[in-house]
């Protein structure tokens, strides 16, 4: 009889300890959190040539990039998409791939980027009125308050590129666009 209750006793002592162990586990699951810089991808953007000085030459790409993947490789495994907590742009860099001294940024009066995703078909936009000097890379202000985790759901990303001719440019202009987001997941 002696026994059997110290083999009781023994039992209810090892799973009181079991549950507190999963528990304290589940909370530092909880704990568990990561800043991360993705950069969805470096995409060209061809722009025609265009003579209209009124209206505004663009161009735009869709890129396919898995974010939750990304988190995953980032994270061991334990995180994913669904646990980005939030997403911020740092930056929008736009660089001429064959700038020409007649073929540069100093064509455009004004130049705009916009993306959005197959989960936010809202085009979310950056702009900026450019110099008259010869120029091959634009950085795109940027505000780091936005939160553009929406964005960051989907897997197909179309970015833009454009901008407002203040003279007409005689080829195609090939713009190189990197866009990076500061992302926070967390358990």
């Given at each position: 009889m002696r026994k059997s209750r110290i083999l009781f006793a023994s039992a209810m002592v090892m799973t009181c300890l079991g549950t507190a162990y999963?528990?304290?586990?589940?909370?530092?699951?909880?704990?568990?959190?990561?800043?991360?810089?993705?950069?969805?991808?470096?995409?060209?953007i061809v722009l025609?040539?265009?003579?209209?000085?009124?209206?505004?030459?663009?161009?735009?790409?869709?890129?396919?990039?898995?974010?939750?993947?990304?988190?995953?490789?980032?994270?061991?495994?334990v995180l994913g998409i669904a646990n980005i907590t939030s997403a911020k742009l740092t930056?929008?860099?736009l660089t001429l791939l064959n700038p020409t001294t007649a073929n540069n940024f100093a064509n455009f009066r004004s130049a705009s980027g916009s993306f959005y995703s197959n989960t936010n078909t809202t085009p979310y936009s950056l702009s900026l009125s450019n110099p008259d000097t010869y120029?091959?890379?634009?950085?795109?202000?940027?505000d780091p308050?936005?939160?553009?985790?929406?964005y960051l759901n989907g897997?197909?990303?179309?970015?833009?590129?454009?901008g407002s001719l203040r003279r007409a440019t005689s080829d195609s202009i090939r713009v190189k666009i990197d866009v990076q987001?500061?992302?926070?997941?967390?358990?």
């Open positions: 999963l528990q304290s586990c589940s909370k530092i699951a909880s704990l568990v959190q990561y800043d991360l810089t993705l950069q969805t991808a470096s995409t060209e025609p040539p265009s003579s209209d000085t009124v209206g505004a030459a663009t161009g735009s790409q869709e890129v396919h990039y898995n974010v939750d993947s990304f988190i995953k490789a980032n994270t061991a495994n930056s929008c860099k120029g091959t890379v634009l950085d795109m202000p940027v308050n936005v939160e553009l985790k929406g897997t197909n990303f179309t970015y833009t590129v454009g987001y500061s992302v926070h997941v967390q358990g």
